[in-house]
């Protein structure tokens, strides 16, 4: 179908691109650039429909940064929660940057106790709209511009010369054999041609 010349219209999107989803072992590696080609294609890992740029002659206006994260075990998503930093780059630019994981909350999903601890599952925040990282100021994604999420994953130091080994988050995510989900969904304004 052909474009109506001269027109645009605007509404809300979610963009969305997954570092990791499933159980088992995994092969996450040390810094991971989402929104890039890796998933597309993929619908349960990303909406994107080209790698690191919008579609056609697309604006977005980003208002919110989520990373919806859930595993089945609270340990490992303490040593997630700080273990890994986040960046969002527009074009070359750090738009907001070498942030913990915890800084941006998922705002969805499910949430409540269950009482089989083998059952339960640890998300990151409230299933509230209020539980979200809102921009003070929206960030534009211009025509053709790339943008990505940089993942980065940082080891916890030993603090008492090796008496307590080290630990490295990426190998305890791993190596982790429970559910695992971390994916990151930018919402805002898409503006796009009529048809």
């Known amino acids: 179908m052909a474009n109506l010349p001269g027109y645009r219209e605007q509404i809300h999107e979610m963009k969305y691109d997954t570092l990791v989803r499933g159980v088992g072992t995994s092969t996450v590696g040390q810094k991971t650039k989402l929104f890039s080609a890796l998933n597309t294609g993929q619908p349960q890992l990303t909406n994107m429909q080209e790698g690191g740029r919008l579609s056609n002659e697309e604006v977005f206006l980003c208002l919110a940064?989520?990373?919806y994260v859930q595993f089945a075990t609270a340990q490992l998503y303490r040593f997630?929660?700080?273990g890994v930093m986040?960046?969002?780059l527009v074009g070359n630019k750090p738009m907001m940057g070498a942030l913990p994981l915890w800084t941006a909350p998922g705002g969805g999903g499910m949430y409540g106790n269950d009482v089989n601890a083998q059952a339960h599952v640890i998300t990151n925040g409230l299933p509230s709209w209020e539980a979200i990282l809102k921009l003070a100021k929206p960030i534009k994604v211009e025509k053709n511009q790339h943008f990505a999420v940089d993942i980065e994953f940082?080891?916890?130091a030993s603090l008492d010369n090796a008496v307590t080994p080290a630990i490295n988050p990426l190998t305890q995510l791993n190596a982790d054999t429970g559910l695992k989900i971390i994916k990151c969904v930018i919402s805002g304004i898409l503006e796009?041609?009529?048809q």
């Open 80 to 82: 997630i929660e700080d």
């Open 65 to 67: 940064i989520q990373f």
């Open 154 to 156: 940082y080891a916890f």
């Open 192 to 194: 796009r041609a009529v």
């Open 86 to 88: 986040w960046t969002f």
